[in-house]
Each structure stands twice: as C-alpha cells, then as structure tokens.
C-alpha cells in the first residue's frame, strides 16, 4: 500500500515546526538545541526522498546523502564548538551565553 | 568530459589541495620555529596561482560537472574580488594572530576552505552545489568565529555563530525542499522553466511561495539584514578582529552575488513577490543599521550595525531589478570591500601601552592624532569614504545605487536612504572627532608593519582616486553585468 504524497508532506511540515519550536521556545540546553537543528535539517529530507520517490527521480535522494555528511559535520562542529564553551564558562544553561550584549 | 571539468574546477582544487598540504606540513614540522612563516607564503602561492588559473585557465560562458557549476564573466568579477580580499586577509592576520600568539597552521587551512565554498557558490547553478558550497564556507566560519578558544568572548561568538549559522541553513533547505517538491528539478534554469508554466496554467501557489520565503529568510540570516541581524555585532565583537574583517566582506560578498544571480534567473517571475520583500528588509535595515550604531562605543560592533546598514542599501540596488541597479551593487560592494579592510588594517595597528591589549574602544582612540598623523588622516579618508563624503569612493557607490533607484521611481525609498546615510555620518565623524580633537586618555603603542603600511596606502589611493578611473572601472563592470540592458 502506497502511502498518499500529501501524507509524507505533512510529516515533513509537523517535524519541521517541532525543530522550530525546540528552537524558539528552549531556554535550558544548548544540546536540546542542536537536536532542534538537527529535526529541521531531517524534515527537508524526509520531503527530498518522498518526492524524489514520487517523480521517480534520483536527484533528490543523492542530495540527502550530501546532507547527511553535512549534518554529521555540523554536528561535529558545533558539539566541539560547545566543549570550548563549557570550559570557559563551566555551563552550557542557555540563558548564560550573555557575556557579549549592546 | 572529465579532463575538461577538472580544467574548469582547477581554481578550487588548487585550492583545496594547498589546504591539504599546509595541514600536512603543519602536523610534519611542527618544531620548526618559521613554520608558520612558510604556511604564509605556501598559503599565498596557492592563492596566486588559483587566482591565475581562474583567470586564463578556466574557459568563460563554461558549464561543469553536468550543468552543476557554471562561469561567466559575472561570477569571475566577484572571484576576482573575493581574491583580494582573502590575500589582504591573510596578511593582516598574520601579524595579528602571531602578536596574540595563537596562531595555528588549521587558520589558513580554514580559510582556503571557506574560500573554496564562497567560490563554488558563486558559480552555482544547482540547488546542490549552491548548498554545498554555502555549508563549506559557514562550516569553516563557525570554528574561525571560536579561534582564540582561551577567551570566553570568542567561544561565546562561536556558539552564537554556530546555533544562528546552523538554523539558517536548515531553513534555507527546507525550502529549497519544497521547492524541488513542487518542481522536480535541481537546476536553477529548470525550476525557473517550471514555474513559468506553472505561473501560466495558474497552479496553487502556496507551498511554493513557503518556500521562496524560507530560502530568503536563510540568505538574510548570512548577510545580516534586519529581522535576522541580532547575531552580528555579538558575533563581530566577540570573534578576533581579522577574521571579523574576514566575516564583514568576504561571504557577504559570495551571498549577495549568489542572491542577485539567484533572483534574477530562477525567480524572475516572482518579481512582485520578491520587489515588496526586499523592499521592507531593505528599509527596516537601513534605519536600524544607522541609528543602534550611534550608541555602541565597541568599534567592532559600530561597524557590525553599519554593516547592516550598507547591506540594506546594497539590497536596493537588487530590488530595482534593472542593469543599473546590479552594476551599481557590483560598484557599491567592490568599494565597500576595499574600505573597510582599509579600516581593520588600521585598527589592527593600534594597541594599549600598558597592558598590550588591541583597542576597542572608540575613546580609547584619543589622541591618535599627535602619535601618528598617517594613520589617523587615513582613518579619517576612509571613514569619510564609508559615509559617502563627495570626492571619495563611498560616495559614487551610493550615488550610483540612487540612481538606479530613482529610475525604478523609488522615491520614497531614496529619501530614506539618503536620510539614513545622513545619520550613520553622524558616528562615522564621531570617531573622527575623538581621533582628532579628544584629549588623549591612555597611551597608545602602534605597531604598525610594512605590509599594513601597503595594505593602507592601497586602499586609500583607491578611496581618494577613484574618481579618476571611475570610467575604466564602470566600463569592467559593462562587460561583466549579469543583464546587459
């Protein structure tokens, strides 16, 4: 049974706007947030390899092997970004990345 | 086939490739105490040589890698800038990073990546390459942001530049998601095709106005235009001042020749809708740029609102959508380049006495005048350049980009640009009062090179004799217009 193209669409809006409320609304972990980031990244997948199954066309899923990598790089980045982080300032608590402000 | 896409990509695999050997020559001679001196220079050639290669190697009206990457004169103008900009860069850097003592073999390694991005985005034609080339380059930016990684306040713009950086990008693919969804194709070209007839049988346009949004909201978030501009001065203020010279010009430039191109093949016919968006972003960021940077004493961060501010004047020059208006931008962004590295390169000369710090603060620039006049009147020039004073540079930037507006009948939006310019006059010659008439608080030590010495000669003659081969160089810019009438 083929599930309907609208269906994984949906899948792929509802995951988006839970990474953007994880983003938005997180005042605690700077991990939560890059899970958030991570969910975003994940749902433009998830429409590349439906569509891409649905015109049976293989662009799209070649795109999400680059996007793989480069979210694993991102990850890579970011998670050693916030090790330096945590030892200048002993906690990665949101609400404290406020040393820099106008 | 192959043979002939390796010609046409040799700028950046020289490029990667010198990035390859410096890490390895880094790692090998590590007790080598000029090591670094050498990574300079192999830096350097690398750069010479890539900078050669896509001049006289790489065949221009050329595509790549099945329609992936494509050249002409228009990206190579920006290649071209871009080149400069980074060898400044690299320069200036030296001597900053090696004064702090953090100076590494992974920073030019760094670099020659993100420049390998800034440059295959600039020749994009594919949703891929342009995403790939746009990841490279923040990717590398992000850590460059976290460099001196024992000071709290670059590990803090890290972060920020990170979690900022990386939102962006996800929503800039969502919607290119949907709009390979709605159209099936990854080539620019293509989905352009495609949504004309879409626009033609009118189709439901919905998802696919979703997505242009979302795709321009991740391109503003790279150039910091206002409501996605809170980042910018924490990030400019936080990370080491050559690489915020570095994050001013360089991939703002790839973006905005990405998002010229971009609007003005795949979503021509989206006009209307892109004309009123730019539109606002441009207003809102022309009179926040030039009225938050009136109280920021950091220079850093008084140049990060004026960023803000040149980006919104720069985006009135995209909106016009006319040829005057993309020349213009060309004429604006090439002059803005060369004055604010002009400015960094000055700042970078000038430390506190007592304790050996890097000054930040505009009232610390007190007094500049009597140790030093050639550095203060060449601050003088080229802040009266950024702020569009008659017989220098800045000015025929701004002019041109009037132009081009009045002759879209933007009048409205003139009249503020021209107000705003007024304003952000008002703290460029602020800076110049305390550097010229304050008394001098504490002592100032500058540390003033001869290749800084170069770097500020150059760029003031191009501010104060611009005026002379303005012809010449509108007459580079005809040829490499992206519309010609």
Redesign the interface.
């Known amino acids: 049974m083929e599930i309907p193209i609208i269906y994984q669409l949906y899948l792929s809006i509802i995951i988006f706007t839970i990474g953007l409320i994880g983003v938005f609304l997180n005042r605690k972990n700077l991990i939560v947030l890059l899970m958030s980031i991570e969910l975003i990244l994940l749902s433009a997948n998830i429409n590349f390899v439906s569509f891409s199954n649905y015109y049976k066309n293989i662009i799209g899923q070649i795109f999400v092997f680059f996007n793989l990598s480069i979210s694993a790089a991102e990850a890579a980045v970011g998670l050693a970004i916030i090790v330096i982080f945590f030892r200048k300032k002993g906690s990665i608590h949101v609400d404290d990345i406020n040393t820099l402000k106008g | 086939m192959l043979l002939s896409d390796i010609k046409l990509f040799s700028p950046e695999i020289i490029l990667i490739l010198g990035a390859i050997f410096i890490l390895l020559y880094g790692i090998f001679f590590k007790k080598d105490k000029n090591s670094n001196k050498k990574i300079l220079y192999i830096s350097l050639i690398s750069l010479i040589a890539s900078f050669y290669c896509s001049i006289y190697v790489v065949d221009i009206e050329t595509n790549s890698f099945n329609n992936l990457l494509n050249n002409n004169l228009y990206t190579l103008f920006f290649k071209i800038l871009v080149f400069f900009g980074t060898i400044v860069i690299i320069y200036i850097s030296y001597d900053y990073l090696k004064d702090l003592s953090i100076i590494t073999p992974e920073f030019f390694f760094l670099i020659l990546l993100s420049l390998v991005g800034i440059l295959v985005l600039i020749s994009s034609r594919n949703?891929?390459s342009m995403?790939?080339g746009l990841?490279l380059q923040s990717?590398c930016l992000?850590?460059l942001a976290?460099y001196r990684?024992?000071?709290?306040?670059s590990?803090?713009?890290?972060?920020?530049y990170?979690?900022i950086g990386?939102?962006s990008?996800?929503?800039l693919?969502?919607g290119?998601?949907?709009i390979?969804?709605f159209t099936?194709?990854?080539d620019f070209y293509e989905i352009s095709k495609s949504i004309n007839l879409s626009l033609q049988s009118n189709e439901n346009f919905l998802i696919i106005n979703i997505g242009f949004i979302l795709i321009l909201c991740g391109l503003f978030f790279k150039i910091a235009v206002v409501p996605f501009h809170m980042w910018a001065?924490?990030v400019y203020?936080?990370s080491p001042t050559s690489i915020t010279a570095f994050f001013t010009t360089i991939p703002k430039i790839g973006v905005i020749a990405f998002l010229m191109k971009f609007l003005n093949t795949t979503f021509e016919s989206y006009s209307d809708a892109w004309f009123q968006i730019l539109y606002l972003v441009s207003v809102i960021s022309m009179i926040l740029g030039s009225i938050?940077a009136v109280n920021?004493s950091n220079i850093k961060?008084l140049l990060a609102y004026s960023s803000i501010s040149h980006m919104g004047f720069i985006l009135i020059g995209i909106l016009t959508a006319n040829h005057i208006g993309i020349k213009s931008v060309q004429l604006y962004i090439s002059i803005y380049m060369v004055n604010v590295l002009g400015i960094f390169t000055c700042i970078l000369c000038l430390k506190n006495k007592i304790n050996g710090y890097y000054l930040e603060d505009i009232k610390n620039f007190s007094g500049l005048l009597k140790k030093n006049p050639f550095l203060s009147f060449s601050f003088a020039i080229l802040l009266f350049s950024l702020a569009g004073i008659p017989p220098l540079s800045g000015f025929f930037g701004k002019l041109y980009i009037l132009i081009s507006a009045i002759e879209s009948k933007l009048y409205v939006l003139s009249v503020i640009a021209v107000l705003t310019s007024i304003i952000s006059a008002f703290y460029y010659l602020r800076i110049i009062k305390v550097i010229f008439f304050d008394e001098p608080i504490n002592d100032i030590y500058i540390n003033i090179t001869a290749i800084s010495r170069l770097i500020i000669f150059i760029t003031l003659i191009i501010s104060i004799f611009l005026i002379i081969f303005l012809s010449d160089f509108l007459e580079i810019i005809n040829t490499t217009a992206l519309i010609n009438n």
């Open positions: 949703i891929i995403y790939l990841e990717v992000y850590i976290s990684k024992y000071d709290i306040k590990s803090e713009a890290g972060v920020k990170f979690i990386a939102l990008s996800g929503i693919l969502y290119l998601s949907i390979y969804a099936n194709s990854t001065p924490d203020e936080g938050a920021q961060r």
